[in-house]
């Protein structure tokens, strides 16, 4: 249609298919562009500073140049905060600068290498400037590689120098490493050679689909203690295999993964585990000896139709904070499925956990009757946080029992 805004992540073919079956193209664009942008808030800060100078003092040419007389790792420490263009350009500043660059490990956010008069959101158009600037970047500096971001490309249409990347990545010792693929395709193929980085700490992945699972039974993640899995396709045990190549993890964040799973956590390691937006339908912990919190949101395969993710807890000693329960939801504890009425015992009751978050439709007298129930396994908690799905008059109906938790937070959803 004229006028309107070009594809900012949906090919022609798709487009051409999408018109086919009498559905609007531009809008499947903004619902993967909301997809995105979701992923985007997801991801782990990028440690650099907002290095703009007020306008006085940068177009103050008389002022004294003191920074460069500072000892070598001072300069270091300046460079290594500052966004990737300008910290290059420092090289030409005087030739005690030059080798400071070079010398400092690289921190790279693709964001930043924006052609001047480009803004969110990307077009393809963006794509070839960013990544000839990535490409330039990686083999101009030696490493180490602290910290890398690449967010904005197309990768499907890049994939010899995706390839190049993650070569020079695996070579310069990359620590952190975010990857998000600008679709489409969405279910781009990950390529194995992300899984033999054996320096990563911490790794985020973004619109891509995981590779067999004999390629993750070979993944090397020894010093990996943060894993993001953010709208990935991937199936039943991919998880658990990369969890399994991961000894020393302890952040599991999975965000916007609609194949519904089974997930079965095994880690002597394991301190958070965090599920968002997705479709799951087990989640068993069958041992975590460190698990501190498990945060489950909105992941049920489909709750408007009854259909809840099954939990099972085993063994979790140090389990402190646990949601959002939902009373639709089979909560298992040990070896015993929990039911309203059920009498509580040692073996029913998890006692370490401190904050308790349940998700009620107070209008539904069986999620009202399943509360206290759920209440009673948990009999150390100091805080419990409740979601409302839908109030009703039923709501003023109900009131906490004698042994309920004295600090009560509501939250309203509508």
């Not at 880690?267 to 501190?292: D, F, G, N, T």
């Amino acid at each position: 249609m004229a006028g309107r805004t070009p594809f900012t992540n949906v090919d022609p073919a798709t487009a051409a298919a999408a018109r086919l079956q009498g559905a609007d193209p531009h809008e499947l664009d903004q619902t993967m562009e909301i997809m995105l942008q979701l992923i985007y808030t997801n991801l782990p800060d990028f440690p650099i500073y907002d290095c703009r100078l007020p306008p006085a003092l940068a177009d103050d040419s008389s002022a004294v140049n003191r920074i460069s007389s500072l000892p070598r790792e001072l300069l270091r420490d300046i460079v290594s905060r500052l966004p990737v263009k300008d910290a290059a350009r420092t090289a030409v500043l005087s030739s005690c600068w030059r080798p400071v660059w070079l010398s400092t490990p690289l921190l790279l956010h693709d964001a930043h290498l924006l052609p001047k008069g480009h803004r969110w959101p990307l077009t393809p158009a963006n794509s070839p400037a960013i990544t000839a600037a990535v490409s330039h970047i990686l083999e101009a500096h030696p490493g180490p590689v602290h910290c890398v971001r690449l967010i904005c490309t197309n990768m499907s249409l890049y994939r010899p120098q995706l390839a190049r990347w993650l070569q020079l990545l695996a070579a310069k010792g990359v620590e952190d490493l975010v990857l998000v693929n600008r679709p489409w395709p969405r279910d781009l193929p990950l390529p194995a050679a992300v899984f033999s980085i054996a320096t990563l700490t911490r790794l985020y992945l973004g619109q891509w689909k995981l590779p067999d699972t004999a390629v993750l039974r070979g993944a090397t993640f020894p010093h990996l203690r943060e894993l993001g899995i953010c709208c990935v396709f991937m199936k039943h045990g991919d998880v658990e295999c990369l969890v399994a190549r991961s000894p020393v993890l302890e952040i599991l964040n999975i965000l916007g993964c609609m194949e519904e799973m089974r997930l079965r956590i095994v880690s002597e390691s394991l301190r958070c585990l965090q599920i968002s937006l997705s479709s799951i339908e087990h989640i068993q912990v069958v041992k975590a000896p460190l698990l501190e919190r498990l945060v489950m949101y909105r992941s049920s395969p489909n709750a408007a139709r009854g259909l809840y993710t099954k939990v099972r807890i085993a063994d979790a000693p140090k389990l402190r904070a646990l949601g959002y329960l939902e009373p639709g939801q089979v909560l298992e504890i040990r070896d015993t499925v929990i039911v309203p009425g059920i009498r509580t015992s040692a073996s029913t009751m998890l006692t370490s956990v401190k904050v308790l978050s349940l998700n009620v439709r107070f209008g539904v007298h069986s999620d009202v009757m399943k509360v206290p129930t759920f209440l009673r396994c948990f009999p150390n908690a100091e805080r419990l946080h409740i979601m409302v799905i839908a109030v009703t008059d039923s709501c003023s109906a109900f009131t906490f029992p004698a042994y309920a938790i004295p600090c009560t937070q509501f939250s309203g959803c509508g």
